[in-house]
Protein backbone atom coordinates (compact mmCIF):
# COMPACT_ATOMS: atom_id res chain seq x y z
CA UNK A 1 0.00 0.00 0.00
CA UNK A 2 1.38 3.27 -1.25
CA UNK A 3 1.81 5.84 1.72
CA UNK A 4 1.78 8.84 -0.34
CA UNK A 5 -2.12 7.87 -0.83
CA UNK A 6 -3.33 9.06 2.57
CA UNK A 7 -6.44 10.95 2.28
CA UNK A 8 -5.00 13.70 0.25
CA UNK A 9 -6.98 13.02 -2.53
CA UNK A 10 -10.32 15.46 -1.51
CA UNK A 11 -7.99 18.20 -3.80
CA UNK A 12 -9.43 15.82 -6.87
CA UNK A 13 -12.27 17.85 -7.08
CA UNK A 14 -10.64 20.94 -7.01
CA UNK A 15 -7.49 21.53 -8.09
CA UNK A 16 -6.98 22.88 -11.87
CA UNK A 17 -4.11 20.99 -12.70
CA UNK A 18 -5.02 19.69 -15.60
CA UNK A 19 -4.40 22.80 -17.00
CA UNK A 20 -0.49 22.22 -16.43
CA UNK A 21 -0.49 18.61 -16.70
CA UNK A 22 -0.76 15.59 -18.58
CA UNK A 23 -3.10 13.30 -17.19
CA UNK A 24 -0.97 10.72 -15.71
CA UNK A 25 1.18 13.89 -14.32
CA UNK A 26 -1.86 15.19 -13.01
CA UNK A 27 -3.06 12.27 -10.84
CA UNK A 28 0.71 11.50 -9.49
CA UNK A 29 0.49 15.16 -8.12
CA UNK A 30 -2.62 15.02 -7.08
CA UNK A 31 -2.20 11.39 -5.13
CA UNK A 32 0.91 13.08 -3.68
CA UNK A 33 -0.62 16.69 -2.64
CA UNK A 34 -2.49 17.77 0.26
CA UNK A 35 -6.31 17.98 1.07
CA UNK A 36 -7.05 21.67 2.23
CA UNK A 37 -10.60 22.53 2.62
CA UNK A 38 -14.06 22.83 3.86
CA UNK A 39 -16.94 20.67 2.41
CA UNK A 40 -18.18 23.43 0.27
CA UNK A 41 -13.98 23.65 -0.61
CA UNK A 42 -13.80 20.06 -1.98
CA UNK A 43 -17.26 18.97 -3.33
CA UNK A 44 -17.28 16.14 -5.86
CA UNK A 45 -20.22 16.17 -8.61
CA UNK A 46 -19.32 14.27 -11.36
CA UNK A 47 -21.30 15.47 -14.25
CA UNK A 48 -23.63 12.66 -14.52
CA UNK A 49 -25.22 13.68 -11.24
CA UNK A 50 -24.25 17.71 -11.11
CA UNK A 51 -27.32 19.07 -9.44
CA UNK A 52 -29.80 22.30 -10.82
CA UNK A 53 -27.58 25.38 -9.72
CA UNK A 54 -30.88 26.36 -7.04
CA UNK A 55 -31.30 24.39 -4.17
CA UNK A 56 -34.58 22.05 -3.90
CA UNK A 57 -35.79 23.73 -0.89
CA UNK A 58 -39.21 22.09 0.81
CA UNK A 59 -42.10 24.34 0.86
CA UNK A 60 -41.14 25.61 4.38
CA UNK A 61 -37.83 26.43 3.21
CA UNK A 62 -39.03 28.40 0.31
CA UNK A 63 -41.35 30.19 1.97
CA UNK A 64 -39.03 31.75 4.79
CA UNK A 65 -35.99 32.01 2.34
CA UNK A 66 -36.46 35.85 1.38
CA UNK A 67 -33.75 38.42 0.61
CA UNK A 68 -32.59 41.38 -1.80
CA UNK A 69 -29.53 41.32 -3.64
CA UNK A 70 -27.24 44.53 -2.88
CA UNK A 71 -24.28 45.54 -3.24
CA UNK A 72 -21.37 47.55 -1.22
CA UNK A 73 -18.74 49.51 -2.77
CA UNK A 74 -16.09 48.02 -1.17
CA UNK A 75 -12.03 49.02 -0.94
CA UNK A 76 -9.60 46.67 -2.40
CA UNK A 77 -7.14 47.09 0.40
CA UNK A 78 -7.95 48.17 4.19
CA UNK A 79 -4.55 47.64 5.03
CA UNK A 80 -2.05 49.80 3.23
CA UNK A 81 -1.95 53.22 1.38
CA UNK A 82 -0.63 52.23 -2.17
CA UNK A 83 -2.61 53.56 -5.30
CA UNK A 84 -4.06 49.96 -6.04
CA UNK A 85 -5.19 49.78 -2.55
CA UNK A 86 -7.67 52.62 -2.78
CA UNK A 87 -9.47 50.62 -5.77
CA UNK A 88 -12.48 49.01 -5.06
CA UNK A 89 -15.12 46.62 -5.98
CA UNK A 90 -18.35 45.24 -5.64
CA UNK A 91 -19.29 43.32 -2.71
CA UNK A 92 -22.55 41.28 -2.57
CA UNK A 93 -24.74 40.94 0.53
CA UNK A 94 -28.31 39.55 0.69
CA UNK A 95 -31.19 41.03 3.18
CA UNK A 96 -34.28 40.34 4.85
CA UNK A 97 -35.93 43.01 6.97
CA UNK A 98 -39.05 41.36 6.49
CA UNK A 99 -38.90 40.71 10.48
CA UNK A 100 -37.20 43.81 11.49
CA UNK A 101 -38.62 45.73 14.56
CA UNK A 102 -36.94 48.62 12.61
CA UNK A 103 -34.40 51.67 13.99
CA UNK A 104 -36.92 53.13 16.42
CA UNK A 105 -36.56 49.97 18.99
CA UNK A 106 -33.06 49.16 18.33
CA UNK A 107 -34.03 45.97 17.03
CA UNK A 108 -31.20 44.03 16.63
CA UNK A 109 -29.10 42.79 13.43
CA UNK A 110 -28.01 39.33 12.84
CA UNK A 111 -25.37 38.70 9.61
CA UNK A 112 -23.86 35.74 8.16
CA UNK A 113 -20.13 35.84 8.10
CA UNK A 114 -19.99 34.29 4.11
CA UNK A 115 -17.45 31.54 3.28
CA UNK A 116 -15.92 30.76 0.62
CA UNK A 117 -18.67 30.34 -2.18
CA UNK A 118 -21.63 31.97 -3.14
CA UNK A 119 -23.63 33.46 -0.49
CA UNK A 120 -26.68 32.93 -1.36
CA UNK A 121 -26.13 29.10 -1.16
CA UNK A 122 -24.69 29.38 2.55
CA UNK A 123 -28.51 31.35 3.04
CA UNK A 124 -30.04 28.50 1.86
CA UNK A 125 -28.48 25.99 4.24
CA UNK A 126 -28.96 28.23 7.21
CA UNK A 127 -32.67 28.06 8.10
CA UNK A 128 -31.91 28.58 11.91
CA UNK A 129 -31.45 32.28 11.32
CA UNK A 130 -34.62 32.73 9.16
CA UNK A 131 -36.56 30.43 11.99
CA UNK A 132 -34.78 33.31 14.74
CA UNK A 133 -35.49 36.05 13.37
CA UNK A 134 -39.28 36.54 13.97
CA UNK A 135 -38.70 35.95 17.92
CA UNK A 136 -36.10 38.91 17.94
CA UNK A 137 -37.63 41.58 15.20
CA UNK A 138 -33.94 40.73 13.61
CA UNK A 139 -32.53 42.09 10.42
CA UNK A 140 -31.36 39.22 8.16
CA UNK A 141 -28.07 39.86 6.49
CA UNK A 142 -25.89 37.83 4.55
CA UNK A 143 -22.69 39.21 3.16
CA UNK A 144 -20.71 37.83 0.73
CA UNK A 145 -16.64 37.00 1.23
CA UNK A 146 -14.64 38.77 -1.27
CA UNK A 147 -13.26 36.59 -4.18
CA UNK A 148 -16.65 34.64 -4.22
CA UNK A 149 -19.93 34.42 -6.04
CA UNK A 150 -20.75 38.22 -7.58
CA UNK A 151 -17.92 39.98 -4.94
CA UNK A 152 -14.83 39.43 -7.45
CA UNK A 153 -12.76 42.20 -7.55
CA UNK A 154 -10.69 44.33 -10.47
CA UNK A 155 -14.23 45.02 -12.25
CA UNK A 156 -15.65 41.96 -11.43
CA UNK A 157 -13.27 40.14 -14.17
CA UNK A 158 -12.37 36.45 -12.67
CA UNK A 159 -9.86 35.92 -14.65
CA UNK A 160 -7.89 39.33 -14.26
CA UNK A 161 -8.36 38.42 -10.52
CA UNK A 162 -7.38 35.40 -9.82
CA UNK A 163 -4.24 35.63 -12.48
CA UNK A 164 -1.41 35.09 -10.17
CA UNK A 165 -0.31 36.28 -6.52
CA UNK A 166 -0.33 39.63 -7.40
CA UNK A 167 -3.74 40.38 -7.67
CA UNK A 168 -4.98 37.26 -5.49
CA UNK A 169 -2.63 38.48 -2.63
CA UNK A 170 -5.78 40.40 -1.94
CA UNK A 171 -7.84 37.55 -1.21
CA UNK A 172 -7.43 36.65 3.08
CA UNK A 173 -9.18 36.23 6.33
CA UNK A 174 -8.27 39.53 7.46
CA UNK A 175 -9.18 41.53 4.22
CA UNK A 176 -12.83 39.62 4.60
CA UNK A 177 -13.13 40.90 8.07
CA UNK A 178 -12.70 44.21 7.41
CA UNK A 179 -14.86 44.22 4.63
CA UNK A 180 -17.56 42.65 7.08
CA UNK A 181 -17.09 45.41 9.64
CA UNK A 182 -16.99 48.26 6.52
CA UNK A 183 -20.11 46.43 5.39
CA UNK A 184 -22.21 46.15 8.79
CA UNK A 185 -20.87 49.80 9.92
CA UNK A 186 -22.69 51.40 6.70
CA UNK A 187 -25.58 49.82 6.19
CA UNK A 188 -26.43 50.59 10.03
CA UNK A 189 -25.88 54.90 8.88
CA UNK A 190 -27.73 54.47 6.51
CA UNK A 191 -30.80 52.49 8.16
CA UNK A 192 -30.08 55.21 11.06
CA UNK A 193 -29.53 52.21 13.30
CA UNK A 194 -26.56 53.14 15.18
CA UNK A 195 -27.63 51.64 18.57
CA UNK A 196 -29.13 48.12 16.46
CA UNK A 197 -27.01 45.40 18.12
CA UNK A 198 -25.08 43.07 15.40
CA UNK A 199 -24.75 38.85 16.27
CA UNK A 200 -22.64 37.14 13.77
CA UNK A 201 -23.71 33.64 13.05
CA UNK A 202 -21.35 31.32 10.58
CA UNK A 203 -20.61 27.75 9.93
CA UNK A 204 -17.37 25.70 9.01
CA UNK A 205 -14.77 28.71 7.78
CA UNK A 206 -17.86 31.06 8.11
CA UNK A 207 -17.64 29.77 11.74
CA UNK A 208 -13.79 30.63 12.31
CA UNK A 209 -15.04 34.38 10.72
CA UNK A 210 -17.56 35.14 13.09
CA UNK A 211 -15.77 34.14 15.89
CA UNK A 212 -12.81 36.49 15.01
CA UNK A 213 -14.85 39.44 13.97
CA UNK A 214 -16.08 39.23 17.24
CA UNK A 215 -12.63 38.98 19.18
CA UNK A 216 -11.13 41.51 16.44
CA UNK A 217 -14.26 43.79 16.01
CA UNK A 218 -16.33 43.82 19.05
CA UNK A 219 -17.47 47.35 18.62
CA UNK A 220 -18.80 45.81 15.72
CA UNK A 221 -20.69 42.92 16.84
CA UNK A 222 -21.97 42.06 20.29
CA UNK A 223 -21.72 38.50 20.43
CA UNK A 224 -20.86 35.72 17.84
CA UNK A 225 -22.43 31.99 16.83
CA UNK A 226 -19.51 30.11 15.31
CA UNK A 227 -20.37 26.87 14.40
CA UNK A 228 -18.41 23.77 13.38
CA UNK A 229 -15.34 26.18 13.39
CA UNK A 230 -12.39 24.63 13.84
CA UNK A 231 -10.10 27.32 15.16
CA UNK A 232 -7.77 25.54 16.77
CA UNK A 233 -6.80 23.05 13.69
CA UNK A 234 -3.38 25.21 12.94
CA UNK A 235 0.62 24.88 13.98
CA UNK A 236 -0.05 21.52 15.56
CA UNK A 237 -2.53 22.41 17.82
CA UNK A 238 -4.76 19.46 17.30
CA UNK A 239 -3.39 16.47 15.94
CA UNK A 240 -2.94 15.94 12.17
CA UNK A 241 -4.60 12.35 13.10
CA UNK A 242 -7.87 13.75 14.30
CA UNK A 243 -9.55 14.45 11.47
CA UNK A 244 -9.48 11.08 9.70
CA UNK A 245 -9.76 9.38 13.62
CA UNK A 246 -13.20 11.05 13.77
CA UNK A 247 -14.33 9.58 10.16
CA UNK A 248 -12.56 6.37 11.32
CA UNK A 249 -14.91 6.36 14.59
CA UNK A 250 -18.00 7.11 12.70
CA UNK A 251 -18.37 3.74 10.42
CA UNK A 252 -16.83 2.05 12.55
CA UNK A 253 -19.45 2.79 15.56
CA UNK A 254 -22.31 1.77 13.00
CA UNK A 255 -20.54 -1.96 12.29
CA UNK A 256 -17.04 -3.49 12.99
CA UNK A 257 -17.13 -5.57 9.89
CA UNK A 258 -18.25 -2.13 7.43
CA UNK A 259 -14.67 -0.55 8.89
CA UNK A 260 -13.10 -3.47 8.20
CA UNK A 261 -14.72 -3.84 4.74
CA UNK A 262 -13.25 -0.23 3.84
CA UNK A 263 -10.08 -0.55 5.61
CA UNK A 264 -9.25 -3.78 3.34
CA UNK A 265 -10.04 -2.21 0.26
CA UNK A 266 -7.28 -0.05 -0.56
CA UNK A 267 -4.95 -2.99 -1.54
CA UNK A 268 -7.58 -4.98 -2.96
CA UNK A 269 -8.27 -1.64 -5.25
CA UNK A 270 -4.20 -1.64 -5.87
CA UNK A 271 -4.07 -5.51 -6.49
CA UNK A 272 -6.54 -5.12 -8.65
CA UNK A 273 -5.04 -2.51 -10.99
CA UNK A 274 -2.12 -4.11 -11.14
CA UNK A 275 -3.52 -7.30 -13.39
CA UNK A 276 -3.54 -7.07 -16.72
CA UNK A 277 -6.99 -5.42 -17.45
CA UNK A 278 -7.54 -4.27 -13.88
CA UNK A 279 -8.42 -0.66 -14.81
CA UNK A 280 -11.19 -1.87 -16.63
CA UNK A 281 -12.31 -4.43 -14.25
CA UNK A 282 -12.36 -1.27 -11.86
CA UNK A 283 -14.07 1.28 -14.40
CA UNK A 284 -16.36 -1.65 -14.72
CA UNK A 285 -17.45 -2.55 -10.83
CA UNK A 286 -17.58 1.43 -9.94
CA UNK A 287 -19.56 2.60 -13.25
CA UNK A 288 -16.74 4.93 -14.09
CA UNK A 289 -17.35 7.09 -17.16
CA UNK A 290 -14.96 5.99 -20.48
CA UNK A 291 -13.04 9.17 -20.36
CA UNK A 292 -10.64 8.59 -17.95
CA UNK A 293 -9.67 5.87 -14.96
CA UNK A 294 -6.80 5.61 -12.88
CA UNK A 295 -6.30 4.15 -9.60
CA UNK A 296 -5.45 7.18 -7.47
CA UNK A 297 -8.63 9.04 -8.97
CA UNK A 298 -11.05 6.24 -7.76
CA UNK A 299 -9.29 6.44 -4.51
CA UNK A 300 -9.76 10.38 -4.33
CA UNK A 301 -13.32 9.43 -4.87
CA UNK A 302 -14.64 6.48 -2.85
CA UNK A 303 -12.28 8.81 0.12
CA UNK A 304 -13.86 12.20 -0.72
CA UNK A 305 -17.65 10.18 -0.20
CA UNK A 306 -16.88 8.65 2.98
CA UNK A 307 -15.42 11.88 4.25
CA UNK A 308 -18.09 14.41 3.54
CA UNK A 309 -20.48 11.34 4.03
CA UNK A 310 -19.23 11.19 7.70
CA UNK A 311 -19.14 15.34 7.87
CA UNK A 312 -22.66 15.33 6.60
CA UNK A 313 -23.88 12.73 9.04
CA UNK A 314 -27.49 14.77 9.51
CA UNK A 315 -30.11 13.43 11.22
CA UNK A 316 -32.70 14.21 8.34
CA UNK A 317 -32.41 13.74 4.70
CA UNK A 318 -30.53 16.60 2.89
CA UNK A 319 -29.30 18.59 0.04
CA UNK A 320 -26.58 20.16 1.50
CA UNK A 321 -23.39 18.72 -0.94
CA UNK A 322 -25.20 16.33 -2.87
CA UNK A 323 -28.80 14.20 -2.08
CA UNK A 324 -28.25 11.98 0.11
CA UNK A 325 -30.91 10.18 3.09
CA UNK A 326 -31.03 10.87 7.40
CA UNK A 327 -28.28 9.21 8.40
CA UNK A 328 -25.85 8.79 5.72
CA UNK A 329 -22.96 6.55 7.42
CA UNK A 330 -25.60 4.27 8.56
CA UNK A 331 -26.91 3.78 5.19
CA UNK A 332 -23.66 3.24 3.42
CA UNK A 333 -22.85 0.45 6.01
CA UNK A 334 -26.36 -1.23 5.57
CA UNK A 335 -24.94 -1.24 1.90
CA UNK A 336 -21.90 -2.95 2.64
CA UNK A 337 -22.88 -4.95 5.25
CA UNK A 338 -26.02 -6.46 2.94
CA UNK A 339 -25.57 -9.90 2.68
CA UNK A 340 -27.21 -10.02 -1.08
CA UNK A 341 -22.98 -8.70 -2.06
CA UNK A 342 -21.52 -11.82 -0.79
CA UNK A 343 -17.68 -11.15 -0.40
CA UNK A 344 -17.82 -9.32 -3.54
CA UNK A 345 -15.78 -5.97 -2.15
CA UNK A 346 -15.95 -3.55 -4.89
CA UNK A 347 -19.99 -4.50 -5.30
CA UNK A 348 -19.85 -3.26 -1.68
CA UNK A 349 -18.28 -0.19 -2.02
CA UNK A 350 -19.96 0.53 -4.83
CA UNK A 351 -23.60 0.64 -3.27
CA UNK A 352 -22.22 2.39 -0.36
CA UNK A 353 -20.46 5.62 -2.70
CA UNK A 354 -24.28 5.58 -4.74
CA UNK A 355 -25.22 6.99 -1.04
CA UNK A 356 -23.38 9.98 -1.37
CA UNK A 357 -23.25 10.39 -5.13
CA UNK A 358 -26.06 8.90 -6.58
CA UNK A 359 -28.53 8.66 -3.65
CA UNK A 360 -31.48 9.64 -6.71
CA UNK A 361 -30.20 7.23 -8.59
CA UNK A 362 -30.21 9.31 -11.52
CA UNK A 363 -26.09 8.45 -12.71
CA UNK A 364 -25.36 6.18 -15.50
CA UNK A 365 -21.88 7.09 -15.26
CA UNK A 366 -19.28 9.25 -13.25
CA UNK A 367 -16.90 11.11 -14.14
CA UNK A 368 -13.58 11.17 -12.23
CA UNK A 369 -12.24 14.33 -13.79
CA UNK A 370 -15.16 16.49 -13.98
CA UNK A 371 -13.88 20.22 -13.02
CA UNK A 372 -18.00 21.98 -12.10
CA UNK A 373 -17.98 23.98 -10.09
CA UNK A 374 -21.18 24.85 -8.91
CA UNK A 375 -20.77 27.12 -6.36
CA UNK A 376 -18.20 29.42 -7.01
CA UNK A 377 -15.36 28.15 -5.00
CA UNK A 378 -12.32 27.57 -7.19
CA UNK A 379 -9.88 29.07 -7.70
CA UNK A 380 -10.39 31.21 -4.26
CA UNK A 381 -9.99 28.57 -2.06
CA UNK A 382 -6.84 26.84 -3.95
CA UNK A 383 -5.50 30.30 -2.44
CA UNK A 384 -6.26 30.28 0.51
CA UNK A 385 -5.13 27.05 1.21
CA UNK A 386 -1.83 27.81 -0.11
CA UNK A 387 -1.16 31.05 2.19
CA UNK A 388 -2.70 31.11 5.59
CA UNK A 389 -5.58 28.10 5.68
CA UNK A 390 -3.35 25.47 6.76
CA UNK A 391 -5.31 23.07 8.40
CA UNK A 392 -3.52 19.97 9.69
CA UNK A 393 -6.00 17.25 8.38
CA UNK A 394 -3.77 14.12 6.50
CA UNK A 395 -2.48 12.14 9.00
CA UNK A 396 -3.83 8.18 9.57
CA UNK A 397 -2.69 5.86 12.41
CA UNK A 398 -2.79 2.54 11.91
CA UNK A 399 -6.71 1.84 12.97
CA UNK A 400 -7.91 4.29 10.20
CA UNK A 401 -10.20 3.64 7.75
CA UNK A 402 -7.92 5.03 5.29
CA UNK A 403 -4.33 4.03 4.53
CA UNK A 404 -1.72 5.13 7.34
CA UNK A 405 -0.53 8.25 6.31
CA UNK A 406 1.53 10.94 7.91
CA UNK A 407 0.75 14.66 7.13
CA UNK A 408 3.40 16.09 5.38
CA UNK A 409 3.94 20.21 5.16
CA UNK A 410 6.36 19.26 1.68
CA UNK A 411 3.30 18.26 -0.18
CA UNK A 412 1.66 21.14 0.27
CA UNK A 413 4.71 23.44 -0.75
CA UNK A 414 5.29 21.82 -3.92
CA UNK A 415 1.36 22.04 -4.29
CA UNK A 416 1.58 25.95 -3.94
CA UNK A 417 5.18 26.43 -5.35
CA UNK A 418 3.84 24.93 -8.48
CA UNK A 419 0.85 26.98 -9.03
CA UNK A 420 2.04 30.52 -7.29
CA UNK A 421 5.42 30.66 -6.55
CA UNK A 422 4.50 31.15 -2.85
CA UNK A 423 5.21 30.01 0.30
CA UNK A 424 2.00 29.03 2.77
CA UNK A 425 2.23 30.42 6.49
CA UNK A 426 1.30 27.65 8.69
CA UNK A 427 1.79 29.59 11.64
CA UNK A 428 -0.02 32.98 10.23
CA UNK A 429 -3.61 32.35 11.65
CA UNK A 430 -3.02 31.21 15.33
CA UNK A 431 -0.46 34.62 15.01
CA UNK A 432 -3.52 36.52 14.08
CA UNK A 433 -5.90 35.19 15.87
CA UNK A 434 -4.90 33.39 18.37
CA UNK A 435 -5.19 29.24 19.33
CA UNK A 436 -2.66 28.51 20.92
CA UNK A 437 -3.84 28.40 24.97
CA UNK A 438 -6.84 29.85 24.07
CA UNK A 439 -8.80 29.02 26.83
CA UNK A 440 -5.90 30.53 29.06
CA UNK A 441 -6.31 33.76 26.37
CA UNK A 442 -10.06 33.63 26.16
CA UNK A 443 -11.26 33.49 29.58
CA UNK A 444 -9.53 37.06 30.26
CA UNK A 445 -10.28 38.91 27.03
CA UNK A 446 -13.02 37.19 25.33
CA UNK A 447 -16.89 37.53 25.60
CA UNK A 448 -20.04 36.08 24.18
CA UNK A 449 -19.16 33.41 21.62
CA UNK A 450 -21.02 30.22 20.75
CA UNK A 451 -19.12 27.43 19.41
CA UNK A 452 -20.65 24.99 18.59
CA UNK A 453 -19.23 21.12 17.60
CA UNK A 454 -21.34 18.09 16.61
CA UNK A 455 -18.42 14.67 17.54
CA UNK A 456 -19.53 12.98 14.41
CA UNK A 457 -18.07 16.01 12.31
CA UNK A 458 -14.53 15.31 11.34
CA UNK A 459 -13.60 19.42 11.85
CA UNK A 460 -14.81 19.01 16.09
CA UNK A 461 -11.54 17.46 16.72
CA UNK A 462 -10.02 21.23 15.90
CA UNK A 463 -12.79 23.00 17.56
CA UNK A 464 -13.40 24.57 20.74
CA UNK A 465 -15.17 21.74 23.10
CA UNK A 466 -15.12 23.01 26.55
CA UNK A 467 -16.21 26.24 28.35
CA UNK A 468 -13.53 28.86 28.41
CA UNK A 469 -15.84 31.60 30.61
CA UNK A 470 -19.18 32.51 31.21
CA UNK A 471 -20.11 33.83 28.24
CA UNK A 472 -17.67 31.83 25.75
CA UNK A 473 -19.17 28.69 26.04
CA UNK A 474 -19.13 25.26 23.94
CA UNK A 475 -22.37 23.51 23.08
CA UNK A 476 -20.81 20.09 22.06
CA UNK A 477 -23.13 17.20 20.63
CA UNK A 478 -22.27 13.95 20.53
CA UNK A 479 -24.39 12.57 17.52
CA UNK A 480 -24.22 16.14 15.56
CA UNK A 481 -22.82 16.68 12.35
CA UNK A 482 -21.23 20.16 10.58
CA UNK A 483 -22.70 22.46 11.23
CA UNK A 484 -26.08 20.70 11.77
CA UNK A 485 -27.54 23.41 14.71
CA UNK A 486 -27.48 26.12 11.17
CA UNK A 487 -29.67 24.18 9.25
CA UNK A 488 -33.81 24.45 8.77
CA UNK A 489 -35.89 22.60 11.65
CA UNK A 490 -38.16 19.88 10.41
CA UNK A 491 -40.20 17.61 12.03
CA UNK A 492 -38.11 14.75 12.02
CA UNK A 493 -35.52 16.39 14.16
CA UNK A 494 -34.07 14.22 17.23
CA UNK A 495 -34.78 16.13 20.79
CA UNK A 496 -30.86 16.88 20.98
CA UNK A 497 -31.00 18.94 17.95
CA UNK A 498 -33.93 20.88 20.00
CA UNK A 499 -32.44 21.45 22.72
CA UNK A 500 -29.07 22.48 21.01
CA UNK A 501 -31.35 25.13 19.60
CA UNK A 502 -33.16 26.34 22.10
CA UNK A 503 -30.16 26.83 24.01
CA UNK A 504 -28.41 28.86 21.67
CA UNK A 505 -31.59 31.42 21.01
CA UNK A 506 -31.59 31.70 25.29
CA UNK A 507 -27.93 32.49 25.38
CA UNK A 508 -28.30 35.17 22.13
CA UNK A 509 -31.34 36.50 23.88
CA UNK A 510 -29.05 36.89 27.08
CA UNK A 511 -26.78 39.07 25.37
CA UNK A 512 -29.42 41.09 23.76
CA UNK A 513 -30.98 41.58 27.34
CA UNK A 514 -27.34 42.76 28.42
CA UNK A 515 -27.08 44.89 25.52
CA UNK A 516 -30.33 47.09 25.90
CA UNK A 517 -29.55 47.25 29.72
CA UNK A 518 -26.34 48.47 29.08
CA UNK A 519 -27.90 51.11 26.07
CA UNK A 520 -30.17 52.00 28.73
CA UNK A 521 -27.94 53.23 31.33
CA UNK A 522 -25.63 54.93 29.29
CA UNK A 523 -28.54 56.63 28.01
Known amino acids: MREKMGTNWLVLSYTVLALLFTKSAEAKIIATTLKHGFPSSMIIQPAAVQQNDQLSLSDKESNQIYYKEKFFTQILDHFNYNPQSYHTFQQRYLINDKYWGGPTTNSPIFVYTGNEGRIDWFAQN ?35 AYANSSTLGYLSSAQALADYAAVILDLKNNLTAADSPVVVFGGSYGGMLAAWLRLKYPHVAIGALASSAPILNFDNITSSFSFNNII ?26 AKPGGLE ?3 KSFKICK ?16 TYTAMTDYPTPTNFLNPMPAYPVKQMCKAIDDPKTGNNTFEKLYAAASIYYNYTGDAKCFNLIDRSDPHGIRPGWNWQA ?18 ASNYSYN ?16 TWIPTEFGARHIHRVLKRFGSNIIFFNGLRDPWSGGGVL ?16 HHVDLRFSTSEDPEWLRDVRKREVHIISNWLSQYYHTLADFS
Open 248 to 273: TQDFRSESENCYNVIKRSWQEIEETA
Open 411 to 426: DRLQYCKSNYDIDPRP
Open 291 to 306: NYMSTDYLEGWLGTAY
Open 281 to 283: ILR
Open 386 to 403: CTEMILLTDGNTEDSIFP
Open 466 to 481: KDISKSVVAIVAKEGA
Open 126 to 160: TGFMFETAPRFNALLVFIEHRYYGKSVPFGGNKET
